[in-house]
């Protein structure tokens, strides 16, 4: 993680300079297509500017942030391999503490296949267990793409159908856990020029009833969708880059250029 010497944030600047050394400055600009606030860092002896992403430490507090692509994320995430989760209404990484059915360590990961400080037992997947199983559990076909995201956490997806079929989605309820499954999704991972590259994965994935879906317009702006709207013949070919919890359930797709 990187350490920054000067952050302020504001939820709603457009402009603000965040200052690490004589060689770098940090600032918001507004996107003129999307209307988001994108955070880049610009180089004081050249002035290049580039989009800003991954972690940093604010030095008045000792709080950690994320962005991605230059925007501020919040929610589960997935970064060396580990979960983390980021307060959905500040973006602070959360530590030592239980979210949804999961426990966040000292470090913000979330613990798998261990004990919880107050005695919980968690399962292979980081989820309180019900009797012996995962209070949250997916079949095994949607444990793969949560892997693969692990290895590879900026893939893009694709949502609309294997092989040139139809996708298939429906609402499941499993052990009180109730979540939507999109039958006919890739995953791909990135090339070097930042494009869709080597296959990782194909099957079913599975999104959280309140999850975010960013789908881009015609005109190039973001429309957030929830996924019940997936039932729309509109929506049922998308692509983004995908946050799952430790449990492999998407939570939040974002839309990628």
């Known amino acids: 993680m990187k350490r920054f010497f000067s952050i302020a944030l504001a939820a709603a600047a457009l402009s603000v300079t965040m200052s690490m050394t004589a060689l770098a400055s940090y600032q918001f600009k507004s996107d003129e297509t999307t209307g988001r606030d994108i955070f880049y860092e610009v ?7 580039s989009v800003y992403s991954g972690w940093y430490e604010m030095p008045d507090s000792g709080e950690y942030l994320y962005f991605v692509d230059g925007v501020m994320k919040t929610g589960w995430i997935t970064d060396g391999g580990k979960f983390y989760y980021l307060d959905p209404k500040t973006g602070y990484l959360l530590k030592n503490q239980q979210v949804q059915s999961f426990y966040l360590g000292e470090d913000g990961a979330a613990l798998i296949d261990t004990t919880a400080p107050d005695g919980t037992e968690l399962a292979y997947n980081g989820s309180i267990k019900r009797g012996n199983r995962p209070a949250e559990e997916l079949n095994e076909k949607t444990f793969g793409i949560t892997e693969a995201l692990k290895e590879c956490p900026d893939s893009i997806a694709y ?11 429906m609402k499941e309820n499993v052990n009180g856990f109730t979540f939507y499954t999109f039958k006919g ?3 791909y ?3 070097t020029n930042g494009k869709s590259g080597a296959k990782l994965f194909e099957g079913d994935a599975c999104f959280r009833t309140n999850a975010k879906i960013e789908i881009r317009q015609k005109d190039g702006s973001i429309q957030i969708i929830r996924p019940a709207a997936l039932q729309k013949a509109e929506y049922q070919n998308f692509s983004g880059r995908v946050f799952t919890d430790p449990a492999g359930c998407i939570e939040y797709v974002k839309a990628v250029d």
């Open 185 to 187: 999704v890739t995953l």
């Open 43 to 49: 180089q004081e002896e050249t002035g290049e500017e």
């Open 189 to 191: 991972g990135k090339d």
């Open 159 to 169: 949502f609309g159908g294997l092989d040139g079929g139809k996708p298939s989605f």
